[in-house]
Structure formats: structure tokens, C-alpha cells
């Protein structure tokens, strides 16, 4: 079975400091890692994903991720945040060895980010 | 290009009754997927469509069904309705790089319909 998780509700960085969103995965064999955000009344938009190759992945909006294999983890991460990526976040796995689509969410966590 | 589109965007039902809801997938997305969000969670896969044929389900009761079309449009249908099942439900769209190991491609999600059973 495949499974995430993103162990903080919420977290809050002031404008233009770095900010980090962690998640953790459990999957049986190699993972396919995705990262969307969603706003207010909206439905999810792709932010970025790994599935093979260099472990930091570039996305949307500036964003990225770090694959970490031996942590089972795919931490996003901006340089510098801005007050528009408030927003709900949310990393998803898929198991390639899953035998279809199937891709599993996490909770989602919160990012606040203050003027 | 439209991207995926749903509808209704909005939906009141009363408990025991039917709805169904309806998705658009992106222009050459052949697969279609269904997930439930409940306030304050995480999407849940329902359903995942590709050729017309289900090729996986989630963990929801048989009230739940769906179906997709010869113009890869797709229907969710769920029977006698539970105060339980109000929630955001989305409708992701994909391409498929093969049908029986896990695709590497992403998902792009609908706005989504909320259903509200009171």
C-alpha cells in the first residue's frame, strides 16, 4: 500500500524568507512524487513532479523539490516566499508498481505567508 | 485549450436521493479520474477511467459509480445519498504512458462540484 504524509496542518514564513513544506512517502518499490497547490474554492493546479533522474526538481512558480530516497521524503521548497503562495499544499505519491493510476494524497498543509 | 471542466459547480441534495456529475477532460487526455475531498482533507481517489474501461477504484462503497464516454467524458454517479458524502468532488484528467504499470504523467484537476446533502 502507498501512503503520505505531511506531518505540519500549517506553516508560517514572513515575505521573502525561504520556506519548506516536508513530506514522507511509503511506497513498495521506486515512487512517482507530486506536488499541487490548491486555493480557496479551487481545484488542485501541478506544481511539479519527480519521477526519475536529478533528485531536485524544478517547478512552477518558482518552486522546487528534493527527492531524498534514503528519508523517503520530497520537501518542497522556494528560495523566497511571496504573500500570493498562501495557499493549500499537498504531495501525492504514485506506485508504478501500483498496477494503475492510483495516486494517494496527503492531508495537505497550510502555508501562511506573512506580509 | 480549455482545461478540465465540470459540472454542476454547485449542488444541494437531500439524503436517499441520486446525483450525478458530470467531467470534461482536457483536449487528448484519455484518462479520467475521480477523487472526494471532505472539508479539511486530502483528495480521495474514487475511480480511475481509461477507454471506457474502470481500471481501479478506491476504498468506497457500490452507492458510488461511474462511467466514461466514447469522447472520453465521464459521469460519477452516487445513489442514495448520506450526509457523509457532502464534499468537493474533482475530476483530474491525464495522459496514460501505460495502462497497466503507473503513469508518470501528472494530473490536471477540474474546478470541482460541491455537494452539499442536508
Known amino acids: 500500500a502507498q501512503s503520505v504524509a505531511q506531518p505540519e496542518d500549517q506553516v508560517n514564513v514572513a515575505e521573502g524568507n525561504p520556506l519548506t513544506v516536508k513530506c514522507t512517502y511509503s511506497v513498495s518499490g521506486n515512487p512517482y512524487l507530486f506536488w499541487y497547490v490548491q486555493y480557496p474554492n479551487r481545484g488542485l493546479q501541478f506544481l511539479l513532479k519527480y519521477i526519475t533522474g536529478d533528485n531536485l526538481v524544478k517547478g512552477s512558480y518558482g518552486f522546487e523539490a528534493e527527492f531524498n530516497k534514503s528519508q523517503t521524503s520530497f520537501h518542497l521548497k522556494k528560495p523566497s516566499a511571496l504573500v500570493s503562495d498562501s495557499a493549500l499544499y499537498f504531495c501525492?505519491?504514485?506506485?508504478?508498481?501500483?498496477?494503475?493510476?492510483?495516486?494517494?494524497f496527503g492531508t495537505g498543509t497550510k502555508l501562511q505567508v506573512i506580509p | 485549450d480549455a482545461g478540465v471542466t465540470q459540472s454542476p459547480t454547485h449542488l444541494i441534495k437531500t439524503r436517499g436521493q441520486h446525483v450525478t456529475l458530470r467531467c470534461s477532460p482536457i483536449?487528448?487526455?484519455?484518462?479520467v479520474s475521480w477523487y472526494q475531498q471532505v472539508l479539511g482533507q486530502g483528495p480521495q481517489f474514487i475511480f480511475q477511467y481509461y477507454e471506457k474501461e474502470e481500471r481501479g477504484r478506491g476504498n468506497f462503497p457500490d452507492r458510488f459509480s461511474a462511467r466514461q464516454f466514447p469522447n472520453y467524458s465521464s459521469e460519477l454517479n452516487v445513489n442514495a445519498l448520506l450526509l457523509g458524502d457532502s464534499a468537493l468532488y474533482l475530476c483530474a484528467s491525464s495522459l496514460v504512458g501505460q495502462v497497466a504499470g503507473g503513469s508518470p504523467y501528472e494530473q490536471y484537476f477540474g474546478p470541482g462540484t460541491r455537494l452539499t446533502v442536508t
Open positions: 483536449s487528448g487526455h484519455k484518462s
Open positions: 501525492a505519491v504514485r506506485d508504478p508498481a501500483g498496477g494503475y493510476q492510483k495516486v494517494t
